[in-house]
């Protein structure tokens, strides 16, 4: 996901806009995965297992939470903001229209010229949003790491974390199924989008 914003950032300011397509495809299929995963994942990966409401981040502020394996409750609120910004991001591209019409998003065609200049608009600065959220990210992951001396980038990588709590809550793992049932809904719809739905 990160190499994909980052290939989407320089496809647009380089005006490479057929690459910039290539890597919204991708962020799209990636996207996709993740938002199904948050439902049929690992289980530190649902969504029900660590976003919580208003209480338990207040409680989490206070220092009254307890630790469980995956997202603390504030960093949950980080991840659905970025999820929700990038899909954002990448569906108003879908259906953005070039001021010449001709670098327009594969969508472009069921949205009239005004509203396709307007998710445009939206498109560009919309992303200067997700970068600061993404410098906010960054920032609270250099904080646990020099600060709290958790390096949370390793088992983002690994998937593996140490946890002294209850070994009942420790994470349980998805199903090859359910893997391969989540590759092949990303595909499908960002080949579909990829197709404008006309096939």
Do not use: C
């Not at 220092?63 to 995956?70: E, K, N």
């Not at 690994?158 to 809550?169: E, F, L, V």
């Amino acid at each position: 996901m990160v190499l994909f914003v980052a290939a989407s950032w320089w496809t647009a300011e380089t005006k490479r806009m057929d690459w910039h397509q290539y890597s919204g495809y991708a962020l799209l299929a990636v996207v996709t995965f993740r938002l199904y995963w948050g439902f049929f994942g690992s289980s530190t990966a649902r969504f029900s297992r660590f976003v919580q409401g208003p209480r338990t981040v207040l409680a989490y502020l206070k220092g009254q939470w307890t630790a469980l394996p995956g997202h603390n409750p504030l960093g949950a609120l980080s991840v659905v903001a970025l999820l929700g910004l990038l899909f954002a991001q990448i569906v108003l591209g879908l259906f953005t229209v070039d001021v010449d019409g001709i670098e327009s998003g594969p969508l472009s065609t069921y949205v009239s010229f005004d509203a396709g200049r307007v998710a445009a608009d939206w498109h560009d600065g919309l992303f200067d949003v997700l970068i600061w959220l993404v410098v906010l990210h960054v920032a609270a992951v250099l904080f646990y790491l020099l600060y709290k001396k958790e390096n949370l980038v390793a088992a983002m990588l690994h998937g593996k974390r140490d946890y002294a709590g209850d070994p009942a809550a420790a994470m349980k793992s998805a199903s090859w199924r359910s893997l391969a049932a989540g590759l092949v809904l990303a595909g499908l719809l960002t080949w579909m989008v990829t197709r404008a739905f006309q096939f």
